[in-house]
Every structure is written in C-alpha cells, then in structure tokens.
T-cell receptor, first 117, second 112 residues
Framework: GAVVSQHPSWVICKSGTSVKIECRSLDFQATTMFWYRQFPKQSLMLMAT?????????EQGVEKDKFLINHASLTLSTLTVTSAHPEDSSFYICSARPGQIHGQPQHFGDGTRLSIL | GDSVTQMEGPVTLSEEAFLTINCTYTATGYPSLFWYVQYPGEGLQLLLK?????DKGSNKGFEATYRKETTSFHLEKGSVQVSDSAVYFC???????????FGTGTKLQVIP
C-alpha cells in the first residue's frame, strides 16, 4: 500500500537553530502534501498545503516565514522551522494522497517530534 | 466550514467489552469519512473509510456506517482487546481539495 516516510522521527536542538523535516511518498507521486501540527493530547491542526512546483498555501494564523515549505519534486516536501524556540516544540506530521480519485484516504508519515531546548 | 465532532475521552473499557465512539460531522457536498488510529508516539494509520451514504467501512473488527440522515459515522467494535488502546480520530475529506478535517480524537484505554 501507499507509504509516506518522514524524517527525522525525533529532533532535539537549541533555541535559535533551524530544523528541516522531510516527507517522502515512497511508492506514489504526490502533487499535494499536507503538514500538520499536533499538541499533546490534542487533534491535528493543518498548518499548510504543500504544492509541487508552487508556493505552499498556509492556514490562517500560521507564520509563513517561520515554517518554510518546499515541494521540490513529486515525492518530496520539506518543512523547515526557522529560528526555532521552545514554543515550536510539537509533533509534526505530514500526509499525502495518491491520485485524485474521490474517497482515497490520506496516508500519514510517522511524525517528527521536535523538542527545542 | 467543515467540522467533525466526536465524543470526548478517555473511554475506559474492560477487555472483551463493546465499544462505541460517536462521531458526527458537518459538511457541504458529499464528503468521504474516515477513522484513523494513533498509537503512542506514532503517526496516524487509516483504520477504515466510507465514501458514500450507507457504506460500511470495516477493518480489524471495527465497523462504521456512513449515515447521511444523521450525519454520523460512529465507530464500533464488538469485543475490544488491550492492544486496541490508542487514540481514535474521526475525519472527513472533501472530494476535490483533499483537505482533511479531524475531530479532536478519543483516547481508548482497554484494561485486562
């Protein structure tokens, strides 16, 4: 079945550094990928929609300059958290859907736990 | 806009008990409906789905029926196991844009 790989799975870094998270679709092409953020014991909040070859579409309240998204190919999207601070600590999850057929589910990566010290 | 409402948890059950987690939705058009499961420290896994009214999704003993008249998609399992302990998310997706809207999640704890 469709597989989405996310890397790294866990990052710990100092405040002020930038962190890049990769999301790859391993066995299908994805023109659109999605980035979510999940706070402890809460649901997933959509941050942005990553579009291959064009700018990402951000949800209201998400800082574009803080969370840089690049969708360089049909199988890779990256999320860079720039100048990370402790409040950026969270669980970040990406997803993608193979094809455009109605009803196909999103397939999720295993998530990246980001801890900023 | 689209929204999903599911019962708050945690839900605590004894092994072999019957499970129901309620989920209702609000959407324009004809969304697809999903249940995802998240085990501790992991990402989301698709549990089951239904794409049109009266469809029943099923997997691993779990079932949910797409009820358009009541805008519901309740998750059920006849006999839960300890290994079913996880957080369950009800979700919907509009057909065109692919955007997924999640409920708040329901934590299930199954005790031996």
């Amino acid at each position: 079945g469709a597989v989405v790989s996310q890397h790294p799975s866990w990052v710990i870094c100092k405040s002020g550094t930038s962190v890049k998270i990769e999301c790859r679709s391993l066995d299908f092409q994805a023109t659109t990928m999605f980035w979510y953020r999940q706070f402890p014991k809460q649901s997933l909040m959509l941050m942005a929609t990553s579009n291959e070859g064009s700018k990402a579409t951000y949800e209201q309240g998400v800082e574009k300059d803080k969370f840089l998204i690049n969708h360089a190919s049909l199988t890779l999207s990256t999320l860079t958290v720039t100048s990370a601070h402790p409040e950026d600590s969270s669980f970040y999850i990406c997803s993608a859907r193979p094809g455009q057929i109605h009803g196909q589910p999103q397939h999720f990566g295993d998530g990246t736990r980001l801890s900023i010290l | 806009g689209d929204s999903v409402t599911q019962m708050e948890g945690p839900v605590t059950l004894s092994e072999e008990a019957f499970l129901t987690i309620n989920c209702t939705y609000t959407a324009t058009g004809y969304p697809s409906l999903f249940w995802y499961v998240q085990y501790p420290g992991e990402g989301l896994q698709l549990l089951l789905k239904a794409t049109k009214a009266d469809d029943k999704g099923s997997n691993k003993g779990f079932e949910a029926t797409y009820r358009k008249e009541t805008t519901s998609f309740h998750l059920e399992k006849g006999s839960v196991q300890v290994s079913d302990s996880a957080v369950y998310f009800c979700a919907l997706s509009d057909g065109g844009y692919q955007k997924v809207t999640f409920g708040t999640g329901t934590k299930l704890q199954v005790i031996p």
